[in-house]
T-cell receptor, first 110, second 117 residues
């Protein structure tokens, strides 16, 4: 069975400091991994996906199949990055139903 | 255009009552999903509709839960004989047609907060 683990419920960093939100997954096949973000009083929205290999709002995430990880990183945190971040996995490309981690609340301290 | 909308935004009901939650997807999105988020937990997949295909009900937690979708438009999630453990935020999402290789971005609604007393 598939599972997504986000070990940190809360993470606080100072503005300008690097940030890394951890995500590990378990799945025997080839999953598709995503990061979703929910800013205060806003809807859950897609931040990035591993197949796009993009940097969004300065964030990047690399899929490490050996370590079954998909950690989210940003070299210099900004106050507007404060939000709830969810790692998610889709087990069949195109089928789309997502399996989510429990989320990490990131607070960037000014 | 408008995003995914859900109603009601909040619902308080007594244990044992039935509730209906509504989702209006983005026009043109053929795929529609329901998720549940209990306090302190991640989103839990419930059910998935794709066009006219039979829905994927594999995430429904019990036979008290059911959902319908009219064509490629509105969906309703019904919970019968509600229990306190059904208290959660119920989120709906829609996307373009899935399948064929590419996974499309899911657009989420604001959710319905259900409280069973």
């Amino acid at each position: 069975a598939q599972r997504v683990t986000q070990p940190e419920k809360l993470l606080s960093v100072f503005k300008g400091a690097p940030v890394e939100l951890k995500c590990n997954y378990s799945y025997s096949g080839s999953p598709e991994l995503f990061w979703y973000v929910q800013y205060s009083r806003q809807r859950l929205q897609l931040l990035l996906r591993h197949i796009s290999r993009e940097s969004i709002k300065g964030f990047t995430a690399d899929l490490n199949k050996g370590e079954t990880s998909f950690h989210l990183k940003k070299p210099f945190a900004q106050e507007e990055d404060s939000a709830m971040y969810y790692c998610a996995l889709s087990v069949v490309r195109g089928a789309n139903n997502l399996f989510f981690g429990t989320g990490t609340r990131l607070t960037v301290i000014p | 255009g408008a995003g995914v909308s859900q109603s009601p935004s909040n619902k308080v009901t007594e244990k044992g009552k039935d509730v209906e939650l509504r989702c209006d997807p983005i026009s043109g999105h053929t795929a529609l999903y329901w998720y549940r988020q209990r306090l302190g937990q991640g989103l839990e997949f419930l059910i998935y509709f794709q066009g006219n295909s039979a829905p994927d009900k594999s995430g429904l937690p019990s036979d008290r839960f059911s959902a319908e979708r009219t064509g490629e438009s509105v969906s309703t999630l019904t919970i019968q004989r509600t229990q306190q453990e059904d208290s959660a935020v119920y989120l709906c999402a829609s996307s373009f047609s899935s399948g064929g290789g590419a996974s499309y971005e899911q657009y989420f609604g604001p959710g319905t907060r259900l409280t069973v007393t």
